[in-house]
Structure formats: structure tokens, C-alpha cells
């Protein structure tokens, strides 16, 4: 009896999941991370040179402070404050599509095949967050249709603090107005393609929107999980 109970403890043990403090290196938990990517905050009168259009590169241009930047939008009838937005996509490989956030305060990511997780973090001087909030938005009548999630990131004097921001990529039955998520939380570029099935008319994107307060970088570590 005792040898039964010592293997079947045995083999609970590989299954168990560690919890990610706040401040810990998601890739302790993770392993190597699939991508990484870098939006590297600048002064709001920073120009640089060269060309910000290599789909290899792994850092976007932001500025510091983004905070409506980026205007106003339209959301269930009400405006709304846009700051940096980055459009998000699915392809064959991960690329920066748009690395430039100054020229109109918007950039690009194409994310590779299959579905993430993501972990981010503030770091470098002066110190500054931001908030992430994740967005399914109709382009044919530019509306913000509604949240996929939110996500702050701390600033921080010495440790940096890792904030997990994988709800971001995915739409649960709670935010969904559609009805169209009835069980697990669904990929979000899944339910983009059910929802242009659904309603037809509508051009459907996601983005995220980034509002920086004096951030001068935030890094974004992208691992495979499905």
C-alpha cells in the first residue's frame, strides 16, 4: 500500500505548475521564449534614421510617454482615449510589420503560428509603466467593439516586475458580447474568423493599445503554448 501511494505522489510531481512571482524571469517557468520583442521608448521629438520596415527586426520605436497620443475612438457610443496602438496579426512567422511609432502613433505585429502566452516588463530608466488594454475592433466603421483584457505594468526602481499578459490573446464568455465563446477562452485570431462568419459585414482586427507614462522600455517575451 505504501509503495502505491509513494508512486502515485511520484507522478503528481511533474505535473505541478509553479506560480510565477512578481519579479521572477518568466522563462524560469516557461523556457526559452519563442520571441521577444522590445518597444524602446524615446523622447516625443525623437527622429531616427534608416529603415524601420525589416520584418526580422525585434525592436519597435515608441515614445516614452503615449498617453493620447493617439486621439480619440468610438466604444459602445461613448469616445475614448487612443494612445499607441499596435495592430496585432497571425502569420507564418513572427515579423515586425510597422517598427515606427512616431510617424502616426501606430505599429505592427505579426505573431507566428499557434498560441501564446506573454509576459511583460518596464525596464531601464526613468522608471515608468504602462497599461496594456487588448482590443476587437471593427475597421469598417471604426469602432472599438470591446476589451479582449487589461494589463498594467509596473514601473520600478530596481527589480523588475514581470506582469503576465496572455489573457490579452484570447476572448472569454465574459467579454464576449456575441455569444460566440461558450466554453474555454478562445484564441483571439479564432475568434475573429468565427466572428466575420457570424456578422459579415464587419472588417474585425485586434490590437492593443499602449498607454506608456515615461516608460522607456517594455519587453515582450512570447512562448508557445498550443
Request: aromatic share 12%; hydrophobic share 40%; net charge negative.
Amino acid at each position: 500500500m505504501l509503495t502505491v501511494l509513494f508512486l502515485a505522489l511520484l507522478m503528481t510531481v511533474p505535473f505541478a505548475v509553479p506560480v510565477l512571482a512578481g519579479n521572477n524571469n518568466p522563462n524560469k517557468l516557461m523556457g526559452a521564449p519563442t520571441f521577444v520583442l522590445n518597444l524602446q521608448g524615446k523622447k516625443a521629438d525623437w527622429s531616427g534614421g534608416g529603415s524601420y520596415d525589416n520584418p526580422d527586426r525585434h525592436t519597435i520605436f515608441v515614445p516614452e510617454t503615449t498617453t493620447g497620443r493617439g486621439g480619440t475612438g468610438s466604444y459602445n457610443g461613448t469616445t475614448i482615449a487612443v494612445n499607441l496602438t499596435m495592430w496585432m496579426t497571425q502569420g507564418d512567422e513572427f515579423a515586425v510589420i510597422d517598427g515606427n511609432g512616431f510617424d502616426d502613433d501606430e505599429v505592427a505585429l505579426q505573431l507566428g503560428p499557434g498560441k501564446y502566452a506573454v509576459y511583460v516588463v518596464a525596464l531601464g530608466k526613468p522608471g515608468g509603466g504602462s497599461d496594456i488594454r487588448g482590443w476587437i475592433y471593427n475597421a469598417t466603421d471604426d469602432t472599438y467593439l470591446f476589451m479582449t483584457g487589461m494589463v498594467s505594468v509596473p514601473g520600478h526602481s530596481k527589480k523588475p516586475r514581470w506582469v503576465e499578459a496572455t489573457d490579452l490573446l484570447f476572448v472569454s464568455n465574459k467579454e464576449d458580447p456575441y455569444g460566440i465563446v461558450t466554453g474555454a477562452d478562445q484564441w483571439v485570431f479564432d475568434y475573429l474568423a468565427t466572428l466575420e462568419t457570424a456578422m459579415p459585414l464587419g472588417d474585425y482586427l485586434h490590437l492593443w493599445d499602449f498607454d506608456n507614462q515615461n516608460c522607456r522600455r517594455l519587453q515582450l517575451r512570447f512562448y508557445q503554448i498550443g
